[in-house]
């Protein structure tokens, strides 16, 4: 069963840098065919799509976020994590990581398993 | 970058409603849609994927319809665990955009 669990600081000050990790388990980020990416959602709001990676090192970026966002691999510990520069209380949220499949041959990526998420508070 | 418009925000349903959720994308994207729904605490749950394909285990009561710019979400007959928020997301050109949400809730 594919298990997927975020982990990282809980508060952050204004101008840090917030810094999650994702670890799966149950299946190998390596896995071909598969993406991982991270969606947040501040409290009581939707759902904003903040980054995709494939294992190879392939990305994607939400435009709003690229300039501030970094999403690195690290095959040997099945984890990806997210990096999030120059934090405001506007990026307080909910951060999920989840799985990208392809749910019908040739179709498009869908998130079809996700993390339980992880509050982040940015505040001074 | 391709905009969607989830209407209604809020929609008040009795238990046995026919519910109809609707997205409008800003320009064509085929099929290239899939429903979540969440509820409160909770990651979201895959419902719908390419517009109209019922994800393994979801019941039969939710369905997808739709192609090019206008899709739906119909639930057939709701049920007392259907109270939910519900979103539309697109995949268009490896961009992933949700929808603004629609918030199920008793009449």
């Known amino acids: 069963q594919l298990q997927l669990q975020e982990s990282g600081p809980g508060l952050l000050k204004p101008s840090e840098t917030l810094s999650l990790s994702c670890t799966v388990s149950?299946?190998?980020?390596?896995?071909?065919?598969?993406?991982w990416g991270w969606i947040r959602q501040p409290p009581g709001k939707g759902l904003e799509w903040i980054a995709n990676?494939?294992?190879?090192?392939?990305?994607y970026y939400n435009p709003s976020l690229k300039s501030r966002v970094t999403i690195p691999v690290d095959t040997s510990k099945n984890q990806f994590s997210l990096k999030l520069s120059s934090v405001t209380a506007a990026d307080t949220a909910v951060y999920y990581c989840?799985?990208?499949?392809?749910?019908?041959?040739?179709?498009?990526?869908?998130?079809?398993?996700w993390g339980k998420g992880t509050l982040v508070t940015v505040s001074s | 970058a391709v905009q969607m418009t989830q209407s209604p925000s809020s929609l008040p349903a009795s238990v046995g409603d026919r519910v109809t959720i609707t997205c409008r994308a800003s320009?064509?994207?085929?099929?290239?849609l899939g429903w979540y729904q969440q509820k409160p605490g909770k990651a979201p749950k895959l419902l719908i994927h390419?517009?109209?394909s019922l994800q393994s285990g979801v019941p039969s009561r939710f369905s997808g319809s739709g192609f090019g710019t206008d899709f739906t979400l119909t639930i057939s007959s709701l049920q007392p665990e259907d109270f939910a928020t519900y979103y539309c997301?697109?995949?268009?050109?490896?961009?992933?955009?949700f929808g603004q949400g629609t918030k199920v809730e008793i009449k």
């Open positions: 149950g299946a190998s980020i390596s896995s071909h065919g598969y993406y």
């Open positions: 997301l697109l995949d268009y050109n490896h961009q992933w955009t």
């Open positions: 990676i494939y294992y190879s090192g392939s990305t």
């Open positions: 390419g517009a109209s």
């Open positions: 989840a799985r990208l499949g392809t749910l019908a041959p040739g179709g498009n990526y869908y998130f079809d398993y």
């Open positions: 320009q064509g994207i085929g099929n290239a």
